[in-house]
């Protein structure tokens, strides 16, 4: 198993060695459209920290409803989805509401693996309903569904692509107030309750787009362990997977002070910013929680320490990706999703085919670490050695492939498909799925080490088959 892949990714990394260096340091090109900040620097100088208050315990949902009495709410919308609203994450909010005596609305119509469809739908709910607060309990896409209903429930006159960050959509600032928005997760994974960022398919182009603003990051997280006993053998490693790529892609991504243009004002900043020294610290502590805690997790649903755990891990990535920002895994993954064929992951309850978001982001890592190591080869190194590799007599040149052994040694102990042909894909689809990556530039531009339309089809290529 790991003799033939290795062969496989050296041959990628062969190939992708004898293009020319296109690193930030000798290419010209890499960044594009230079700003000047009021020192006449083309690349940033300075990053920003924004984090959503958190709280953290067990049974802490029950304070829910007084913590909306404090905020003076009247009329608020509590956003879930079908599954969920008959389960008891729900039912203890709705019951901290009552009791607290909040008037509410619920919607519970949130797509797992939201669409713009499923956006408007939950946009013209919040329209509607003119609420002055929000509750959303449930994984990422209830998140980052409320997300999107707040916001243009707060500036009524703005199209769905205003604020979707650029090519696709215009990226405009958010400058319009929003409503408080509390967020109750219930999944160990997106670490939606901690970011200004907001994802869905957009079904016109098949690909994922995503709305990033500080703006509309959740008032408060309320992050209660208990929830995570709710959640099926697949759903804790695909959610785990996720926070893996998060820290894994945060902690590589290219450094702040590389990053162009320099913005002309600080509203103008991106919340994804590269890498930072403060986004570093989170990144690598909860990178050290996955590689203990999270098999664990998996395996036996009743290991509340191990559950625990990873719902924090969840949140720790969230602050360091929120501002530091993802890469490659990231952008490829959105089309390995938006593309998705006949693949129904198991212990998900939908109607439609689903590759869940964390697997579509993991499939690819080896491939992409291989590649993205020439860069910064010690980070990968220690991020290598935090999953159980023995880097003692490893080479720096060598980096990328002792990260990607570790990754598939982990992948196949957590028993994760064998690549993107497992899942339906083959060579015959990698023109698509390049296509569909090449707007991600909001994440892919991030990346340590550029990477051309040719980069991107070995990666795909590499990524068929795992093991």
């Not at 960044?31 to 067990?58: H, L």
């Not at 993954?333 to 309850?349: E, F, M, Q, R, W």
Request: include cysteine; charged fraction near 20%; glycine fraction near 6%.
């Amino acid at each position: 198993m790991a003799a033939a892949a290795r062969s496989r990714v050296a041959h990628l990394l062969s190939q992708l060695q004898r293009a020319t260096c296109q690193c930030p340091t000798h290419s010209h090109t890499y960044s594009q459209a230079p700003g000047f900040s009021p020192y006449g620097k083309t690349t940033d100088y300075a990053f920003e920290m924004a984090v959503s208050n958190i709280r953290y315990g067990a049974g802490v949902t029950k304070e829910v409803g007084m913590d909306l009495q404090n905020m003076g709410a009247k009329n608020v919308c509590l956003m879930t989805d079908k599954n969920l609203s008959q389960l008891p994450p729900v039912q203890i909010v709705m019951d901290s509401l009552m009791k607290n005596g909040i008037n509410f609305k619920v919607y519970d119509n949130v797509r797992v693996e939201p669409t713009d469809k499923s956006f408007m739908e939950a946009i013209e709910f919040a329209r509607k309903g003119a609420f002055d607060a929000y509750v959303a309990v449930g994984g990422g896409s209830t998140m980052d569904t409320c997300k999107a209903a707040n916001l243009f429930a707060s500036s009524p006159h703005s199209d769905i692509l205003d604020y979707v960050s650029a090519p696709i959509g215009k990226g405009q600032p958010v400058s319009v107030p929003l409503k408080p928005l509390i967020a109750v997760p219930t999944t160990s994974g997106t670490g939606s309750e901690t970011t200004g960022v907001a994802i869905f398919d957009y079904e016109h182009l098949k690909v994922k787009i995503g709305i990033a603003s500080r703006a509309i990051k959740p008032t408060l997280g309320l992050i209660d362990p208990l929830h995570t006993l709710h959640m099926p053998e697949r759903v804790v490693a695909n959610s785990g997977f996720d926070v893996l790529c998060h820290a894994l892609e945060s902690y590589t991504a290219l450094p702040y002070h590389m990053r162009s243009p320099c913005p002309s004002n600080p509203i103008s900043r991106p919340a994804y910013q590269g890498s930072n020294p403060i986004s570093d610290i989170w990144a690598v502590h909860a990178l050290r929680i996955v590689a203990k805690y999270l098999k664990r997790a998996v395996r036996n649903p009743d290991d509340i320490e191990a559950r625990s755990y990873m719902h924090l891990a969840s949140a720790f990535a969230g602050i360091g990706f929120g501002n530091a920002g993802v890469h490659l895994c990231h952008g490829m993954s959105y089309p390995i999703s938006g593309l998705v064929k006949t693949y129904k992951a198991k212990d998900y309850n939908v109607d439609h085919p689903l590759v869940p978001h964390g697997l579509s982001v993991v499939l690819t890592s080896p491939a992409v670490f291989t590649f993205t190591a020439q860069m910064f080869p010690e980070r990968h190194l220690e991020t290598a050695e935090i999953l159980g590799a023995d880097t003692r007599t490893a080479r720096t040149a060598d980096a990328g492939l002792v990260l990607a052994d570790a990754l598939r040694k982990f992948l196949f102990n957590l028993d994760v498909d064998d690549g993107l042909a497992a899942i339906g894909y083959s060579k015959a689809d990698i023109p698509a799925l390049v296509k569909g990556t090449l707007p991600q530039e909001r994440v892919t531009k991030l990346a340590p080490r550029p990477q051309s339309e040719e980069d991107l089809s070995a990666l795909f290529e590499a990524s068929m088959k795992l093991y």
